[in-house]
């Protein structure tokens, strides 16, 4: 439960520090006095976005800490899952600095925004004026219905179910666009397989032929040299072949005289055995060699199409033709078998869509056994607010389509009145209605929670005499369980309080500041007299505080 409340800095306060009790604590002031500027600061340990306007004038920084004794309420493990120290009393801190950084702490550790709204909606609800407004949205309604039927567990399988399901949708739309965008392209690939194919490309293909095509297109050149080298080489008047010969022999005969000349000798010997087999060589090659414009054209084709395929493709080797080649071929197998694939998806988003429609249904199912329960809370609770003849039906239809919440549409309708058909809670509703039957779902939420703090600013709009003490009365009871906070101008609301507290302004320095003090019996009596009264206090006023107070 809340403990402590300290403000700094902060709109119209310099240093507040306000220590609160268990049961039910009440604040009242005159209008404008800041009861508002304190719930704005309790705003911001809810984790609500700080406007740096609400820094107070000349200052740096405004500073809200709340204390919190969260011992019984079994948050041990949300500490140790966020490396939080757990201590049996809880600080949670904002800082707004006046340049517009915002900083918020737990325990003095720095933590997210997101983490600090999650640990303070396990301690603290704050009802505004702006909630009522909120009763009549689906969203709302539905969540009521929800929090009474105590269905996380169905709630949760939901929307696990609800996320697959989406999730198989989205891979069945990605794989009908990847089929829709490969079909379009299904013709150009089949063509340039086709293409690729019918050129039965091999490695090293494209060198060869430029080789071979190289000869061909020199042949007369090339003949021309092997004739004259094999003119030079066996030639009768120019014969190497016969020189070489007769030099071996003039070597070996000077044998006996010079023996180094046996070692050229056998040199001689060797270079004329070569000769012979280059003089072979190349006779061979020029009976071999001929001119051929067919072969010729052929190879001009052949290359003209791998250079033609190249450019298309933008390649630059066979290699990578024959890549391309086996890329466009797995490209058609994953067209063909896309088919199967989207088959498999499809089946998939039906098998996910039946499994959400089971969890849709027990979901449902909660929802409709909660219906009586809070169907009865509440006749029974506006009934003692002083609406005898009140209709209130909740009802649950199927809806459209499905959200992460499932697809019920529920609807909370009302009647005050006898013989009056119950219509929507907005539609019909007064503000004194909309006060009444809201105070009767927050006692009815809290009665199904362990929340350890509910702070009510000014619920009792529209709201008078009689009625107002029955107001009491129900938050009185709330509080014996959970701890209540309420901001009123009722005195038939403040009377039912275990501890009053007066929010003032004082104007006798050099600013307007606003105050808050624990008030004593005495004044306690003075503030609801003056609240029955005005300002001019009568004693009719003060007996009727005193007989508030002892009701």
Not at 88 to 111: H, M, Q, W, Y
Request: proline share 2%; hydrophobic share 40%.
């Amino acid at each position: 439960m809340l403990k402590t409340l300290h403000i700094s800095n902060y709109a119209l306060i310099t240093e507040l520090q306000i220590d609160f009790e268990a049961g039910m604590s009440v604040l009242t002031g005159e209008t404008g006095a800041g009861k508002s500027i304190i719930i704005g600061a309790l705003s911001l340990i809810q984790g609500q976005r700080a406007d740096t306007r609400v820094v107070k004038e000349g200052t740096e920084k405004s500073i809200v800490e709340a204390g919190f004794d969260v011992k019984n309420y079994r948050l041990k493990s949300f500490f140790e899952n966020n490396d939080l120290d757990y201590n049996d009393s809880c600080l949670i801190r904002r800082e707004i600095a006046a340049n517009g950084k915002s900083r918020a702490f737990i325990n003095d550790t720095p933590v997210p925004l997101n983490l600090l709204r999650e640990l303070s909606d396990k301690l603290l609800d704050i009802h505004s004026q702006h909630e009522n407004l909120l009763l009549s949205t689906e969203n709302y309604q539905l969540m009521v219905v929800d929090a009474v039927a105590q269905n996380k567990g169905e709630l949760s399988d939901f929307q696990q179910a609800f996320a697959a399901w989406n999730e198989a949708k989205a891979e069945l739309n990605k794989l009908r666009k990847e089929a829709d965008r490969r079909n379009a392209d299904l013709d150009y690939l089949q063509f340039q397989l086709h293409q690729l194919d019918e050129a039965k490309l091999t490695e090293g293909e494209q060198a060869d032929l430029e080789t071979e095509l190289e000869m061909l297109s020199h042949v007369e050149e090339i003949k021309s040299a092997l004739a004259q080298a094999d003119h030079l080489l066996a030639n009768e008047d120019t014969n190497v072949l016969k020189s070489v010969k007769e030099i071996t022999t003039a070597i070996r005969r000077i044998n006996t005289f010079l023996p180094e000349s046996t070692s050229w000798a056998e040199r001689l010997e060797a270079v004329l055995i070569e000769l012979k087999d280059l003089a072979s060589d190349i006779s061979l090659a020029q009976d071999k060699l001929e001119f051929n414009p067919e072969r010729l054209e052929w190879l001009d084709n052949r290359l003209n199409l791998i250079y033609s395929l190249q450019k298309k493709i933008r390649v630059e080797t066979v290699t990578e033709l024959i890549e391309m080649r086996e890329s466009f071929r797995k490209q058609l197998n994953r067209i063909e078998n896309l088919d199967d694939e989207l088959s498999e998806a499809a089946k998939r988003v039906e098998q996910c869509f039946r499994a959400m429609q089971t969890n849709s249904e027990r979901l449902t199912g909660s929802r409709r056994k909660a219906i009586p329960v809070i169907e009865k809370f509440l006749v029974g609770e506006l009934t003692q607010l002083g609406m005898p003849a009140i209709q209130f039906v909740v009802s649950i239809k199927t809806g459209s389509e499905f959200t992460e919440k499932g697809n019920d549409v529920v609807e909370f309708l009302f009647s005050a009145n006898k013989n009056r058909s119950v219509l929507p809670v907005s539609q019909i509703a007064s503000g004194g209605e909309i006060s009444r039957l809201m105070l009767g779902i927050k006692s009815m939420l809290i009665s199904k929670s362990d929340l350890p703090t509910i702070i009510f600013d000014e619920i009792d709009t529209g709201i008078s005499g009689e009625i107002a003490g029955r107001m009491g009365e129900i938050m009185r009871k709330m509080s014996e369980g959970t701890q209540v906070i309420v901001i009123t101008h009722l005195p038939q609301i403040a009377a039912k309080g275990n501890n009053h507290f007066a929010v003032y302004k004082d104007s006798s320095g050099k600013e307007t500041e606003t105050h808050i003090r624990l008030l004593p019996t005495d004044e306690r009596i003075r503030e609801i007299a003056s609240m029955l009264s005005g300002k001019s206090i009568t004693e009719a006023a003060l007996m009727n505080a005193r007989e508030l107070l002892r009701n």
